[in-house]
């Protein structure tokens, strides 16, 4: 399948094509070309002026794993018996039958990364799934790290159960006391390979083994925290062990954006259109995005879904702009941004040649990131999952 007459964002080295065609075949994005291609069949698609964007990416959503119109009985997004629970896996968590999965893919969002929850200081790791299917397993994208909690969070869940954590120290501790351990554990399970009459292997910790592959760097430390002093918790914990970290919310961001930037860590910033529900989230500012962009910081923009429902992602990125941002800033916060903070940038998250068939097609003059406004074509793995042109 073809579109053409486009103005296609690819978000990628072409930049903006103004008048350009893409062909879909077999999943894939499989040519891309400025003017009009040699030929076009009955299938295609006349864009007709309109704007052609890679799917939109959620880069911190709870989709799936909290159901849409449930209590408990939906609700799997903290395992709230134990604070430090990296084998937790958010994929064993998810209902694809969610209807919150068809509001995502309606307004363009092909692609989220589900999470679990901030009520431990570790969560378990977190994976990226397509918004179209009824197998999670054919749905996964990547599975892209483990998720951290640092600031209230644990401190409320754990007080009311009148067990550790209750301070931040106390989080903090168990994380690192759970890092050590686990590279202790990496340094044992080495000596046995490399020596195995002498020396025998550790006892199996599904724990440890969880956190091995971001011990090197094969994953990523996700680390939830809203106040600037949590942030530089965060970056304290990256330097110890040496982790590819990315902050989620970053609330106070804003307040020492240029010591993000130095450190180089990206920021999933949001929910931005939601109150100040609690004390460390007090210093939420409109121009927290913006600044953060300003001072060189990667930035994605997320709803955490369900706090603000995912089909609103396209609104909190107008809200970032109302409050400052570039506007093809927003837009690369919701396509290759997020690919790439979340590490499926190879697959999605740009119009390129070779990646997944995951595009969205707007009617000209309408803004992508409009309130009223809503695709008239969106494709996942080249499948047709809306069409009105």
Known sequence: MKIFNAKIYTMDADGVIENGWTELADGKIAALGSGMPDSVSDGDIDAQGGTLLPGFVDAHTHLGIIEDGLDFEGDDCNETTDPFTPQMRAVDGINPFDRCFEEARMRGVTAAAVCPGSANACGGEICVVKTVGRRVDDMLVVNAGIKFALGENPKRVYNDKDDTPVTRMATVALIREGLYKARRYAHDMDSYYSDNENCDPPEYDAKFEALLPLLDRKQKAFFHCHRADDICTAMRIAKEFSLDTVIIHGTEGYKIADIIAEEEIPVICGPIICDRCKPEMRGQELKNAAVLAENGVKLAICTDHT????????????AAVKGGLDEMTALRALTIVPAEIIGAE?????????KDADVQLYRKGDDPLGLMSEPVLVTINGGIIRREV
């Open 307 to 318: 706090v603000i429902p995912i089909q609103y992602l396209p609104l909190s990125a107008q």
């Open 346 to 354: 190879e697959k999605i998250g740009s119009i390129t040649v070779g």
